[in-house]
């Protein structure tokens, strides 16, 4: 069991940055690869960027990559999304989620924290 927090999410005009970060309980943190996730009103929800358990691996989703950095600090059982150049179009509800493999796919990802609203004004 795996048990997940959000933090950072808020209001931000569009060209600026927001950095939010994910704590987790316990020390299995290390074993589980950790995805971040968005779900804009009306939409589905969609797959942000993603982690290995080592750190070594990385994905970003084409609409973020080169604006989104992703990053883990196992001592403290967290990982953090800087989040630069927000448009409009980023506001959504962010989620951190865990899984055992790395991954893209939403539903390799087993524990999910509640959510961070991120609102990006024009």
């Known amino acids: 069991q795996v048990q997940l927090v959000e933090s950072g999410g808020g209001l931000v005009q569009a060209g600026g940055s927001l950095r939010l970060s994910c704590a987790a309980s316990g020390r299995s943190f290390s074993d589980y690869a950790m995805g971040w996730l968005r779900q804009a009103p009306g939409k589905e929800r969609e797959f942000v960027a993603a982690i290995s358990a080592s750190g070594g691996r990385k994905y970003y989703a084409d609409s973020v990559k080169g604006r989104f950095a992703l990053s883990r600090d196992s001592a403290e059982n967290t990982v953090a999304l800087q989040m630069n150049s927000l448009k409009p179009e980023d506001t959504a509800v962010y989620y951190c989620?865990?899984?055992?493999?790395?991954?893209?796919?939403?539903?390799?990802?087993?524990?999910w924290g509640r959510g961070t609203q991120v609102t990006v004004s024009s």
């Open positions: 989620a865990a899984g055992p493999y790395f991954g893209q796919v939403k539903n390799q990802y087993n524990y």
